[in-house]
């Protein structure tokens, strides 16, 4: 059955900690992995990852791919409390008609000023 | 414009109601979804659309209809809805389906349905 695990489930850091976000999958067909960011509403796209062992990184994010082990993470360092959010990992799998995306439970980050 | 819009933002309804949810989307993306949120759940997909056609519907109660009129525009179509339909529904585009091209996909703002 294909899956995407998340952990921790959730976390509170105090401002300017480093965290660290885990997403381990079994997916059949992988495509590509994404991350994204949810405050209240809907969510905001942070990085697609396709290739293992290549970072991506954008400002204090940054997010890499080991696609032999099945897993992602993502790094967020010198947190603020704008970080504060549920951070979301899916996959997207593919299928003769097109992507199929799975979305693993999320990882609920508090940033205490 | 990478805007993914949807109407209303918020919808509450009776469970003999008839209603319609809109996304709309001017991005040329050829891949639109529609996702059910519960609170503090991740997005379950419902049903994809590829080249305005319906590709996957992921075994999703037929009191819900979805409608892609055109590339731009999705609808989903409610009827007969219970409480336990009451979540967040989420539109999304990607910009092509496709076995070689890799995408990434766009949420719209949701809508924020309550079934009474």
């Known amino acids: 059955e294909d899956k995407v695990v998340q952990s921790p489930l959730s976390l509170v850091v105090h401002e300017g900690d480093t965290v660290t976000l885990n997403c381990s999958y079994e997916v059949t067909n992988f495509r590509s992995l994404l991350w994204y960011k949810q405050e209240k509403k809907a969510p905001t796209f942070l990085f697609m990852l396709t290739s293992s062992g290549i970072e991506k990184k954008s400002g204090r994010l940054s997010s890499i791919l080991d696609k032999k082990e099945l897993f992602s993470i993502l790094n967020i360092t010198a947190t603020q409390t704008g970080d504060s959010a549920v951070y979301l990992c899916a996959v997207a799998r593919i299928l003769n008609t097109g992507n199929q995306f799975y979305f693993g439970t999320g990882t609920s980050l508090t940033v205490i000023p | 414009d990478t805007e993914v819009t949807q109407t209303p933002k918020h919808l509450v309804m009776g469970m003999t109601n008839k209603k319609s949810l809109k996304c709309e989307q001017h991005?040329?993306?050829?891949?639109m979804y529609w996702y059910k949120q519960k609170a503090k759940k991740p997005p379950e997909l419902m049903f994809v659309y590829s080249y305005e056609k319906l590709s996957i519907n992921e075994s999703v109660p037929s009191r819900f209809s979805p409608e892609c009129p055109n590339s731009s525009l999705l609808n989903l179509h409610l009827h007969a809805l219970q409480p336990e339909d009451s979540a967040l529904y989420l539109c999304?585009?990607?910009?092509?389906?496709?076995?070689?091209?890799?995408?990434?996909?766009?949420f719209g703002p949701g809508t924020r349905l309550t079934v009474l």
């Open positions: 991005m040329g993306h050829r891949a």
């Open positions: 999304a585009s990607s910009i092509r389906p496709g076995l070689t091209h890799t995408d990434t996909q766009y």
